[in-house]
C-alpha cells in the first residue's frame, strides 16, 4: 500500500509538471493554479486543462 501512495505521488507530480510548463507555454496567466490542480487531482486535472487549453494558442 505504500508503493502505490509513493506511485501515486510521483504520477500526480508528473501531471502537474506538464500542465505548468504546458500552460507556460499557452501564456496561461494562472499557470501556478494548474500546478496544484494537477497536483491534487491528478488524471482529473489533467482531463479538465485538456478541455480549458483549447481556448489558447502556442507562443511561439
Avoid: C, P, Q
Avoid at 497536483?39 to 478541455?51: A, E, K, N, R, T
Amino acid at each position: 500500500m505504500l508503493v502505490g501512495g509513493i506511485a501515486l505521488v510521483v504520477v500526480n507530480l508528473f501531471i502537474a509538471k506538464y500542465m505548468h510548463k504546458d500552460a507556460l507555454k499557452r501564456d496561461i496567466k494562472n499557470s501556478e493554479f494548474w500546478l496544484l490542480i494537477g497536483f491534487i487531482l491528478g488524471v482529473l486535472g489533467l482531463l479538465l486543462y485538456v478541455f480549458v487549453r483549447k481556448n489558447y494558442e502556442v507562443r511561439t
